[in-house]
């Protein structure tokens, strides 16, 4: 299978071996299968003897016909172990209290679903650059808000011909995330603070990225920068895998009838996930709807219902800051599939966005949307009311971005009286999020004046869970990374640190 840019200007089809090195396509582009492959009902029914590994296997050599089985499954076999997960069928669906299913997506080392794509990519990377001829050392870089860097640390830390370096906001992530990160083990990874934002932390790597001399410089070093960013199609498509294996295992269990439909319901960020969703149905899932909820920061609401794109509004801070997001990068390969491979007008619109950060989708693509996707969004109010009320009915704890999830479904209940069977796809654990979830369930006067480490106990005490493992006796562990630096001095912290220190 090939692949190809959205926007058409790069013209030559690639290998999957090439898009996953690539990243991004040279047109500005996101890089789309040429064709999507199709699952048949029998062949689907083959697959629900497998474990999650072997689902893996199925799914992602249809995705990626250049690489030989005995390859996809040392890649799979090297993300998903028992080590890595602490669930053996690492992505469980869950029934709490009789209802709404639950596609537990956080059993990996972070604790959030970004694991489930960044355990692998790091060794379909490695795969990509043997088989593409490729002989410098692949330099992953990373300016995070808190959750990518760290998945991205776990998942590329000791991994034999890459190095990592993370860069984070000084001020921007939460306590919890900044000792997940400065405690990082590993011989090939750095972590460093950034004096600023975020914005201030990606622009850097962004120009590290641009800067064609000083890319040169590293390549005499055989060093070669490379990105592991939600829209690299190695993230992608093992994201796909989950979406089979949610529907596989229900229908194991005896809750679906044959080819009976589900709805699936996706806290949404930078369109990542949901649009795996959207690749699981167009693969023949039985999939009726996909449910895209959001935060106050509901983009993505207002095109799904309008067919317009306006990200010109105030940004907002809430307690599900991985939804915090303007701009939906994923969302162009959906317009890419449901405007008919339409490149002209692809271009015309991420031109617009740009410009004047508004567009408009014609008619026939909006149709398109509206009859795959329904969106809704809750604000953090709804969102711990919600983490209350799932609590105290069936002692189930979520996160906040869970939290959205379950809301933006019961509208959706109301608004359309859909009783198709529906799974909410589960995206942190509870415990990554602690001080809003403990907020929610223990009561505001339980958590004035206590820090995240001891609410992490007390949350754990109150509801009878364990903390798990990757977030455990993190303000014990040594800081093994110090540096911070002014944004004008990231390039020299790569240099450093390539050339002198990992
Ligand atoms: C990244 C993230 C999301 C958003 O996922 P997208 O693929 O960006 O839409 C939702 N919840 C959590 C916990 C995340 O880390």
Sequence with gaps: MLYESTRGQYQRKVSSAEAIKMGIAPDGGLIVPGKIPFITGEQLQEMTALDYRGKAVRILKAFLSDYTEKEIRECVEQAYSSEKFDSSEVAPVRKPDGSLYFLELWHGPT??????????????????????????????????????????????????????????????????????????????????????????????VKDIFGDAEFNRLLQKEHYRLSSANSINWGRLAPQVVYYFSAYLDLAAKGALSPGEKINFVVPTGNFGNILAAFYAREMGLPVNRLICAANVNNVLTGFIRTGVYDRVRKFHRTISPSMDIL????????????????????????????????????AGTRARIGEIFWSGYADDNETLTTINSLYRRGGYVVDTHTAVGVRVY?????????????????????????????????????????????????????????????????????????????????????????????
Aim: proline share 3%.
């Design 111 to 204: 604790c959030a679903f970004k694991d489930i794509a960044l355990q692998i990519l790091p060794h379909l990377l490695t795969k990509a650059a043997a088989k593409t001829g490729e002989e410098a050392s692949i330099v992953i870089l990373v300016a995070t808000s808190g959750d990518t860097g760290k998945a991205a640390l776990e998942g590329f830390k000791d991994v034999p011909g890459t190095k990592i370096i993370v860069f984070y906001p000084v001020r921007g992530v939460s306590e919890v995330q900044k000792f997940q990160m400065v405690t990082q083990e590993g011989a090939n990874v750095a972590v460093v603070a950034v004096r600023g934002n975020f914005d201030d932390a990606q622009t850097g």
């Design 327 to 362: 701009i939906s990068s994923n969302l162009e390969r959906l317009l890419y599939h449901l405007s008919g491979r339409d490149h002209a007008r692809i271009r015309e619109w991420m031109a617009a966005l740009n410009r004047s950060g508004v567009y408009r989708v014609d």
């Design 410 to 502: 019961e509208k959706y209940a109301v608004a359309t009286g859909d009783s198709t069977k529906t799974v909410i796809v589960s995206t942190a654990s509870p415990f990554k999020f602690n001080e809003s979830v403990a907020r929610a369930v223990l009561g505001e006067d339980a958590v004035r004046g206590k820090d995240e480490f001891r609410l992490l106990e007390e949350l754990a005490a109150a509801t009878g869970l364990e903390i798990p493992a990757g977030l455990k006796n993190l303000d014990k562990k040594p800081a093994r990374h110090r540096k911070t630096v002014d944004r004008n001095q990231m390039t020299a912290a790569v240099e450093d640190i390539l050339l002198r220190s990992i």
